[in-house]
T-cell receptor, first 111, second 114 residues
């Protein structure tokens, strides 16, 4: 099981770009990297997923270097409503059906 | 947008009582999950379910817990004899394919054991 490490918390201001980096040194060949967002008292919500290089959707971008030992979630121009906990997950590389959440990064966006 | 729905949103029960938490996964999904989150702590995996049987379970998911898909739409988590430490948010999730994919989570049931 690939363990992930990410900062416990980050602060930002409205309108700024926020980059949250996650390290996963023992990621396996078949593992994908997935990011979830969780607001207080709500279930986690899928943001983005990637395998290598760069992935972009309407919400965020995900940068994965060639060695895949880390990844960076980039949130462009954050707003107050982006205040949440962001989780980096690396899925099991076998037939297991579970996502393992770590501690996440608590992002606080200030006005 | 399709969503996972959970009922009730909040349940208070006395220690030792049985509770059943209900979930309606997204209709075309085949993989179902229960997670829990104790206040202020991380989201913990309990169990995954596919093809009418458990495919993975964690150490938390002991004999006190059971899951069932009683009909084509509901997915339930039963706790037979609740303990104070079972107080948590319980999240149901579903996905259309397993592993490495987007799972959709419900809004959760807050279980309070008194």
């Amino acid at each position: 099981l690939a363990k992930t490490t990410q900062p416990i918390s980050m602060d930002s201001y409205e309108g700024q770009e926020v980059n949250i980096t996650c390290s996963h040194n023992n990621i396996a060949t078949n593992d994908y990297i997935t990011w979830y967002q969780q607001f207080p008292s709500q279930g986690p919500r899928f943001i983005i997923q990637g395998y290598k290089t760069k992935v972009t959707n309407e919400v965020a971008s995900l940068f994965i270097p060639a060695d895949r030992k880390s990844s960076t979630l980039s949130l462009p121009r954050v707003s107050l409503s982006d205040t949440a906990v962001y989780y980096c997950l690396v899925a099991l590389n076998n037939a297991g059906n579970m996502l393992t959440f770590g501690g996440g990064t608590r992002l606080m966006v200030k006005p | 947008e399709p969503e996972v729905t959970q009922t009730p949103s909040h349940q208070v029960t006395q220690m030792g009582q049985e509770v059943i938490l209900r979930c309606v996964p997204i209709s075309n999904h085949l993989y179902f999950y229960w997670y829990r989150q104790i206040l202020g702590q991380k989201v913990e995996f309990l169990v995954s379910f596919y093809n009418n049987e458990i495919s993975e379970k964690s150490e938390i998911f002991d004999d006190q817990f059971s899951v069932e898909r009683p009909d084509g739409s509901n997915f339930t988590l039963k706790i037979r004899s609740t303990k104070l430490e079972d107080s948590a948010m319980y999240f149901c999730a579903s996905s259309d394919i397993p592993l490495n994919t987007e799972a959709f989570f419900g809004q959760g049931t807050r279980l309070t054991v008194v």
